[in-house]
């Protein structure tokens, strides 16, 4: 049938949901301070479920929430332990095929409806992700982004180097296809493209929002594909906040999740995989509807 580009699920909120301590600002990285073994098991986790493209658990780690919520001074200590703690889980498996992600997030915060971000500023601060993380990482995820400017801030500091970027774009939950700063769909791909973006992606966002959003992207000239979350909602998520003022769907089961994300892949869409609240056991279910289906499950393109 296809080749379909696996990616692994919801990293960052499922280390939350197994942690010991109550939610942080700084999410996942600051459960890794205290239990990185509780990392390791969940990057193990996505591997034996059948994901090919690993992420580092480094979302939060940007420079302005570390210097909000946590140390700046330690930005090279976060993302060095974080990135040996997936080389380490991806040795483990014994799999060359594998692939790790690098992570370049939204800068300030998840969901920020600013359409006037800092060019300048923004490059410069994923300048410095991009330089730790490239000499370890095989692709880079651009992840979550609300707006233009910081897209295309975070893709121009990947093109300098020789690793190649995916962008995941965040809509809004009313299906207009409309980016949570307010800009839509098609200004974004219009001005993402000539940037060279890999691939392009729709991600943390409802899983109906994505398939509205497929027929738009249909007709790239490059792959395309999603990765939805599973909250309710996000309204109530502020920068500096936690994960503790959301909560999860109780309607997206694995098979409900494998649905939507088989009527992507059936308009084309050939990057696949899951984000917060899409944990292990969806991954394990969709590569299994995906592997009989007749789909080969495979990396990205590097």
């Known amino acids: 049938m296809a080749e379909i580009a696996f990616l692994d699920g919801g990293l960052g909120q499922e280390i939350q949901n197994r942690a010991k301590a109550d939610p942080h600002p700084l999410w996942s990285v600051k459960v890794m301070y205290d239990e990185p073994e509780l990392v390791s098991a969940v990057h193990r986790d996505f591997i034996a479920a059948g994901a090919r493209v ?44 594998l692939q790790i992600a690098g992570c370049l997030p939204p800068l300030v915060g998840s969901y920020v409806a600013e359409v006037s971000m800092n060019y300048e500023k923004s490059l410069a601060d994923y300048r410095q992700l991009v330089s730790i ?33 995916y962008v995941g774009l965040t809509l809004t939950d009313d299906g207009t296809n409309t980016l949570r700063s307010g800009e839509t769909l098609e ?20 899983p109906e929002v994505v398939s509205a959003a497929m027929d738009q992207l249909k007709d790239l000239p490059i792959p395309f594909g999603g990765y939805a979350n599973g909250f309710t909602s996000i309204d109530a998520l502020r920068p500096g906040g936690t994960v503790a003022s959301l909560s999860a769907r109780s309607d997206l089961s694995p098979d409900a999740y494998a649905d939507f994300a088989c009527s992507w892949i059936d308009t084309g869409a050939r990057i696949i995989g899951g984000c917060c609240e899409v944990g292990p056991a969806h991954i ?13 499950l495979t990396g990205l393109s590097v």
């Open 54 to 97: 690993i992420t580092a658990n480094t979302y939060t780690a940007s420079p302005p929430r570390l210097r909000r919520d946590g140390d700046v001074s330690q930005i090279e200590d976060i993302h060095n332990t974080a990135l040996q703690l997936v080389r380490n889980a991806v040795v483990e498996a014994g799999d060359d095929t």
């Open 133 to 165: 993380q490239a000499p370890h990482v095989d692709v880079f995820l651009i992840e979550t982004m609300s707006n233009i400017t910081e897209a295309k801030a975070a893709l121009a500091a990947v093109k300098e180097t020789a690793v190649l970027g």
């Open 187 to 206: 200004q974004a791909i219009e001005q993402l493209l000539p940037l060279g973006p890999a691939g392009l992606m729709i991600n943390c966002s409802m």
């Open 284 to 296: 394990a279910h969709l590569a299994k509807r995906l592997q009989q289906d007749g789909h080969h």
